[in-house]
């Protein structure tokens, strides 16, 4: 795991991935990060009714050589932020005012994008960046909420000029894949990491030779398998209804940095397209 990652955010994140018996260490650690910090391995995997091996097994899956190496993770994550894991301030209750139910979705929200900050990894951004500026053509796939996402993303990229397409429809989305080579780039958006259609496609495009960049929440889900770039988003566990709003928020957050990352360095190239297309824009206005 980068250290740069938070470790409480990426157990969130790899959670999906993790054995029965791990969930049961993660479940423990999560409840009670600032005690496990004092505890040897032995007290762990008492507390959370698995052995020691477990608890071992499970840090390595974190990418940690030892528990002492998570442990040492572990406090500089909790020293350096004020931790915020009830997720019962943000429940929405017929009794809330309207203020009272604005300041739980914005705050629920804030968290989501904090969570995000924590989970990336700027060396996996950095690959990113650099494969969306050298990428012949930039194919974006994803299914139901995903795809509107990709469609977003899809229009910020083209009004600077670069070729970039994003179908809805399945099988569209399979042909294109088809017909991508190594000069490509494919990005697959999926919350899950395990939508059976995303998967299929990227699994197309890669035989077809194109680079494949996946954002999702999930690390370790299938679409991580696939990826040769992998960039993460926060999600908390959802307390609103209508939990697709704060993925796509997450989702948006992520691909936004990329975008600023991408036209950063290639501004001076792009203004000419960007200028083109804003004034193409602009020329549709009353």
Same mark, same amino acid.
């Given at each position: 795991?980068?250290?740069?990652?938070?470790?409480?955010?990426?157990?969130?994140?790899?959670? &999906?991935?993790?054995?029965?018996?791990?969930?049961?260490?993660? #479940?423990?650690?999560?409840? &009670?990060?600032?005690?496990?910090?004092?505890?040897?391995?032995?007290? /762990?995997?008492?507390?959370?009714?698995?052995? #020691?091996?477990?608890?071992? *097994?499970?840090?390595?899956?974190?990418?940690? &050589?030892?528990?002492?190496?998570?442990?040492?993770?572990?406090?500089?994550?909790?020293?350096?932020?004020?931790?915020? &894991?009830?997720? #019962?301030?943000?429940?929405?209750?017929?009794? #809330?005012?309207?203020?009272?139910?604005?300041?739980? /979705?914005?705050?629920?929200?804030? =968290?989501?994008?904090?969570?995000?900050?924590?989970?990336?990894?700027?060396?996996?951004?950095?690959? %990113?960046?650099? %494969? /969306?500026?050298?990428?012949? *053509?930039?194919?974006?796939?994803?299914?139901?909420?995903?795809?509107?996402? =990709?469609?977003?993303?899809?229009?910020?990229?083209? *009004?600077?000029?670069?070729?970039?397409?994003?179908?809805?429809?399945?099988?569209?989305?399979?042909?294109?894949? %088809?017909?991508?080579?190594?000069?490509?780039?494919?990005?697959?958006?999926?919350?899950?990491?395990?939508?059976?259609?995303?998967?299929? /496609?990227?699994?197309?495009?890669?035989?077809?030779?194109?680079?494949?960049?996946?954002?999702?929440?999930?690390?370790?889900?299938?679409?991580?398998?696939?990826?040769?770039?992998?960039?993460?988003?926060?999600?908390?566990?959802?307390?609103?209804?209508?939990?697709?709003?704060?993925?796509?928020?997450?989702?948006?957050?992520?691909?936004?940095?990329?975008?600023?990352?991408?036209? *950063?360095?290639?501004?001076?190239?792009?203004?000419?397209?960007?200028?083109?297309?804003?004034?193409?824009?602009?020329?549709?206005?009353?």
């Amino acid at each position: 795991m980068n250290e740069v990652i938070s470790v409480l955010s990426f157990i969130k994140s790899t959670y &999906n991935s993790l054995t029965k018996s791990e969930k049961k260490v993660a #479940d423990f650690i999560l409840a &009670n990060p600032q005690d496990v910090v004092y505890m040897p391995i032995s007290e /762990v995997s008492t507390n959370s009714s698995v052995g #020691d091996t477990t608890v071992l *097994r499970f840090c390595k899956k974190l990418g940690f &050589n030892t528990y002492q190496d998570f442990k040492l993770s572990l406090v500089q994550d909790i020293t350096s932020k004020e931790l915020n &894991n009830n997720i #019962d301030d943000f429940k929405i209750t017929k009794e #809330d005012s309207l203020e009272e139910l604005a300041k739980k /979705v914005i705050g629920y929200d804030m =968290g989501i994008l904090e969570e995000t900050l924590e989970l990336i990894d700027f060396e996996e951004l950095s690959q %990113a960046k650099d %494969a /969306v500026i050298n990428a012949n *053509r930039i194919a974006i796939f994803g299914v139901g909420a995903s795809a509107l996402t =990709g469609l977003d993303v899809a229009l910020k990229f083209m *009004r600077i000029g670069f070729s970039v397409s994003c179908h809805i429809e399945l099988h569209a989305q399979m042909m294109y894949a %088809a017909l991508l080579n190594e000069k490509d780039l494919a990005i697959g958006i999926s919350f899950s990491g395990s939508s059976k259609d995303t998967n299929k /496609v990227l699994n197309i495009a890669k035989k077809a030779g194109a680079k494949i960049l996946c954002i999702t929440h999930h690390a370790n889900s299938p679409i991580t398998k696939i990826a040769d770039i992998t960039l993460l988003h926060g999600a908390k566990e959802d307390p609103l209804q209508g939990g697709n709003f704060s993925s796509k928020i997450a989702q948006m957050s992520i691909l936004d940095i990329l975008y600023h990352a991408v036209y *950063r360095e290639v501004s001076e190239k792009v203004s000419k397209h960007n200028a083109i297309t804003s004034r193409a824009i602009t020329e549709t206005m009353i």
